[in-house]
């Protein structure tokens, strides 16, 4: 990481098309306190059906846990979250339906340890989609290939390196057709030298056109994959811009004092 | 040898009423003990508290009170009519089902917690998470406790044989109240529970090898 804040813009040639402009998700309002620690304030934001937008911020920020309200693992104090029009529902079936159409990858992957890595990209598919078996499959196959993990079907998750497990977790979560795709630092948990294979999974689902909501600390990846950048500092909103805009010309100050820290070394 | 020999149909007799109890308690504990902990992990407050009270009632009553609550005090309230061993079954797999319970809830909070959540962001519903990639790990987790629970259940059935229950502890009382040396009807009788055990042991052994999972 050797640009500084002020260096023209690299040229974004892996750009996806440019939004519709029509949203997909919407948070209006948002609030959530865990305890006395405020850690969600007036959080506005809207993501456009296509649009890739990644979460950037200082730890503690709040970032982690806007990602994880847009599909109710936590819950909002006050506010109002929707998705393709429809409001988040209460805990129950209603949510459940809502939340096959969220993909979520979390930080520590999260596969199922006692299933086959084939069978944890069918799980969904089968018991929450009513697929049958052999269309499931073919669907998980055909995914763990697009990701490159096609020769780790039969084999479980422990297994696997972090980087395999991560790419497994992406096909698992792009099984059950997605309306939008939520990654909660999906690279965090990484080797160094695995980063990238997962990082260019997330490129190629980007250049596909899926609306992403990435929470990230992969500056690299915000500039050559994002169509907006999202910057958060306790709790809030602070600055949000074009990829190019922000890392050239970030307008807080807490986004200068950010940038400084974090790409000069 | 002796008393083997000639009072073999007696113990065997004996032998199947012990294996009978056990395994109908055994299963009843099991069935009850998956419901007990899936109570207790529920998002439903009601079903938490109702889990609480039957693992908190049954974990501390002595299982011989339990016995004579069964025989003498349910069947005039609840069941009249029921036979001894129904009774006996009841009060054997209840009481164990409160311990398998607990085995299974220990074995969920092992299960980390990402893995309920990567099931609910699939968009499966609490009871489909819980029964598809929570129990299933729980279970294994819970195996080595379960199967002392059921070698102690084995031992714990030969209450039932002083309750007009036949099993191989009620052979024992009749042989030795017929005169036969006392010594010798307690080693065969306490070969007999061995035998059962060490198969049950054998048996716990043998799924816990085939069902590790690597974490």
Request: a positive charge.
């Given at each position: 990481?050797?640009?500084s804040?002020?260096?023209?813009?690299?040229?974004r040639?892996?750009?996806?098309?440019p939004?519709?402009?029509e949203?997909?998700v919407?948070?209006d309002?948002?609030?959530?306190?865990?305890?006395?620690?405020?850690?969600?304030?007036d959080?506005?934001?809207t993501?456009?059906?296509?649009?890739?937008?990644?979460?950037?911020?200082p730890?503690g920020?709040?970032?982690?846990?806007?990602?994880?309200?847009?599909?109710?693992?936590?819950t909002?104090?006050?506010?109002?979250i929707?998705?393709?029009?429809?409001?988040?529902?209460?805990?129950?079936?209603e949510?459940?339906?809502l939340?096959?159409?969220v993909?979520?990858v979390?930080q520590?992957?999260?596969?199922?340890?006692?299933?086959?890595?084939?069978?944890?990209v069918?799980?969904?598919?089968?018991?929450?989609?009513?697929?049958?078996?052999?269309t499931?499959?073919?669907?998980?196959?055909?995914l763990?290939?697009?990701?490159?993990?096609?020769?780790?079907?039969?084999?479980y998750p422990?297994?696997?390196?972090?980087?395999?497990?991560?790419?497994?977790?992406?096909?698992?979560?792009?099984?059950?057709?997605?309306k939008?795709?939520?990654?909660?630092?999906?690279?965090?948990?990484?080797?160094?030298?695995?980063?990238?294979?997962?990082l260019?999974?997330?490129?190629?689902?980007?250049?596909?056109?899926?609306?992403?909501?990435?929470?990230?600390?992969e500056?690299?990846?915000a500039?050559?994959?994002?169509?907006?950048?999202?910057?958060?500092?306790?709790?809030?909103?602070?600055?949000?811009?074009?990829?190019?805009?922000?890392?050239?010309?970030?307008?807080?100050e807490?986004?200068?004092?950010?940038?400084?820290k974090?790409?000069?070394? | 040898?002796?008393?083997?020999?000639?009072?073999?149909a007696l113990?065997?007799?004996?032998?199947?009423?012990?294996l009978?109890?056990?395994?109908v308690?055994?299963?009843?504990?099991?069935?009850?003990?998956?419901?007990?902990?899936?109570c207790?992990?529920?998002?439903?407050?009601?079903?938490?508290?109702?889990?609480?009270?039957?693992?908190?009632?049954?974990?501390?009553?002595?299982?011989?009170?339990?016995?004579?609550v069964a025989?003498?005090?349910?069947?005039r309230?609840?069941?009249?009519?029921?036979?001894?061993?129904?009774?006996?079954?009841g009060?054997l797999?209840?009481?164990?089902?409160?311990?398998?319970?607990?085995?299974?809830?220990r074995?969920?909070?092992s299960?980390?917690l990402?893995?309920?959540?990567?099931?609910?962001s699939?968009?499966?519903?609490?009871?489909?998470?819980?029964r598809?990639?929570?129990?299933?790990?729980?279970?294994r987790?819970?195996?080595?406790?379960i199967?002392?629970?059921?070698?102690?259940?084995?031992k714990?059935?030969?209450i039932?044989?002083s309750f007009?229950?036949?099993?191989?502890?009620?052979?024992?009382?009749?042989?030795?109240a017929?005169?036969?040396?006392?010594l010798e009807?307690?080693?065969?009788?306490?070969l007999?529970?061995?035998?059962?055990?060490?198969?049950?042991?054998?048996?716990?052994q043998?799924?816990?090898?085939?069902?590790a999972v690597?974490?």
């Amino acid at each position: 990481m050797s640009d500084s804040p002020v260096s023209p813009a690299s040229p974004r040639s892996e750009r996806a098309v440019p939004p519709s402009g029509e949203p997909l998700v919407v948070l209006d309002g948002v609030n959530k306190h865990f305890g006395a620690l405020h850690v969600l304030r007036d959080i506005d934001l809207t993501v456009a059906r296509g649009e890739v937008v990644v979460v950037i911020g200082p730890s503690g920020s709040g970032k982690s846990t806007l990602c994880r309200t847009i599909n109710r693992l936590e819950t909002i104090d006050s506010g109002a979250i929707s998705i393709d029009g429809r409001p988040l529902p209460q805990e129950g079936r209603e949510l459940a339906r809502l939340r096959a159409d969220v993909g979520m990858v979390f930080q520590s992957f999260n596969l199922f340890t006692h299933k086959t890595v084939l069978e944890n990209v069918t799980l969904g598919q089968i018991k929450v989609r009513k697929s049958p078996r052999e269309t499931a499959e073919r669907t998980a196959r055909s995914l763990l290939d697009r990701v490159g993990v096609s020769g780790q079907a039969d084999k479980y998750p422990a297994q696997l390196s972090g980087g395999q497990q991560q790419r497994v977790a992406i096909a698992r979560a792009l099984a059950m057709e997605p309306k939008v795709m939520l990654f909660d630092e999906p690279t965090s948990a990484l080797d160094p030298e695995m980063i990238n294979e997962v990082l260019e999974v997330m490129r190629q689902l980007a250049r596909d056109g899926m609306t992403m909501v990435v929470v990230t600390h992969e500056m690299g990846f915000a500039r050559s994959a994002a169509h907006r950048v999202v910057f958060m500092a306790d709790g809030r909103i602070v600055e949000q811009a074009p990829p190019d805009r922000f890392f050239s010309s970030p307008r807080s100050e807490r986004a200068k004092d950010f940038l400084s820290k974090i790409l000069h070394h | 040898m002796h008393v083997l020999l000639d009072n073999f149909a007696l113990f065997r007799h004996g032998f199947v009423g012990t294996l009978l109890l056990t395994s109908v308690s055994a299963a009843l504990s099991l069935a009850l003990g998956v419901l007990v902990a899936a109570c207790r992990v529920s998002p439903v407050p009601a079903l938490r508290i109702l889990a609480t009270v039957w693992v908190t009632l049954l974990r501390n009553t002595p299982v011989t009170l339990l016995f004579l609550v069964a025989v003498f005090a349910a069947p005039r309230i609840l069941f009249p009519g029921t036979s001894h061993f129904a009774l006996a079954v009841g009060a054997l797999g209840c009481y164990t089902s409160a311990f398998v319970g607990e085995a299974l809830r220990r074995g969920v909070d092992s299960v980390p917690l990402g893995q309920a959540e990567a099931a609910r962001s699939l968009g499966m519903t609490f009871p489909q998470t819980l029964r598809l990639v929570v129990l299933p790990q729980a279970g294994r987790t819970a195996l080595a406790p379960i199967g002392s629970l059921m070698v102690a259940l084995t031992k714990n059935s030969a209450i039932a044989g002083s309750f007009d229950v036949t099993d191989l502890f009620a052979e024992q009382r009749r042989l030795s109240a017929t005169g036969h040396d006392v010594l010798e009807v307690f080693v065969w009788i306490a070969l007999a529970y061995l035998l059962i055990t060490f198969v049950i042991s054998e048996l716990f052994q043998l799924l816990e090898h085939r069902l590790a999972v690597a974490r």
